[in-house]
Structure formats: structure tokens, C-alpha cells
């Protein structure tokens, strides 16, 4: 991936997790992402009982576009899905995957890391990630 793109992408923002549907069409859901560019590796918090979701366990194929505010610039990152396991403990190695997803799409600390321990599990969470196969897109000018 270029460098400009890279840019673009950042370590985290807001972005359109691009899923396909049975029928072929795809299924967009604005997400929260982290980005590891060390990695090159995407990752989302997502909730067991969603449609994305079970998009992902049929299909593995995912996208996901970040644009600007102003539509001038975006990237689109491909890749193949994998899923963790549901949280099923407040302390289960799920919840701790959450926690760093939850910092590094934030860019801060949680102010009740038992009641966000409790909600992970109460909501069926899961991680969603993602290691770029192909970006492509439109550098900032």
C-alpha cells in the first residue's frame, strides 16, 4: 500500500464494513476500525446477531471504505475475515482482544472497564479482523 493511502487510512477512524449478502448484493455498516499498519491488519468490534456478521461466517470476503468528509479523497481495503469466538467471561481472551480494539479504535481508555467487561458479554461481541490483501483509492490531493 502506498504511503499516501496509509495516510488516508490512519490508525483508526470510521469507516463502511462492506460484507456480501446470500443473494450476492453487498451490505454496508458504518463501523469504528483500528488499523495496524505494522500488521496490516483491520480490526472491528462487532455484535454476534447482526447481518455483517453472518455475511462474514458464509463469506470471508470483506472491504472496507474510509472517505473523507468532503469526498475527496477515500481508500478501500480488501481482505478475508476472520472471527474470533463470542465473549462469553468478562475475563475471556475475547474480552481482553475488545478491550485493545476498543483502545485502539478510541484512541483512549474506557472510564468503567468492568461495566464495558459486562456489556461485551451481555451484547455477544466478537472481533472481526481483517489482513490487507489489496487497497486501492484516492490520495488527498
Known amino acids: 500500500m ?6 488516508r487510512i490512519g490508525e483508526r477512524g470510521l469507516g463502511v ?11 454496508l455498516s458504518n463501523v469504528s476500525y483500528a488499523y ?3 500488521r496490516n491488519l483491520v480490526r472491528v468490534s462487532l455484535t454476534d446477531n447482526r447481518a455483517k456478521t453472518a455475511n462474514l461466517r458464509r463469506d470471508p470476503r470483506a472491504s472496507l471504505y474510509v472517505g473523507d468528509p468532503n469526498g475527496s479523497s477515500y481508500i478501500v481495503l480488501e481482505g478475508k475475515a476472520e472471527l474470533t469466538a463470542v465473549a462469553a467471561e468478562p475475563h475471556d481472551a475475547v474480552v481482553e482482544e475488545l ?4 483502545r485502539a ?3 483512549e481508555e474506557h472510564p468503567d472497564w468492568d ?7 451481555d451484547d455477544r461481541r466478537l472481533v472481526f479482523s481483517m489482513t490487507v490483501d489489496h487497497a486501492y483509492g484516492m490520495p488527498q490531493p
Do not use: E, F, N
Open 105 to 107: 479504535a478510541s484512541g
Open 99 to 102: 478491550i485493545d480494539v476498543y
Open 115 to 121: 461495566d464495558y467487561r459486562r456489556a461485551m458479554v
Open 36 to 38: 495496524d499498519a505494522a
Open 2 to 7: 502506498s504511503s499516501q493511502l496509509q495516510h
Open 17 to 27: 464494513l462492506v460484507t456480501i449478502k446470500r443473494d450476492g448484493r453487498p451490505q
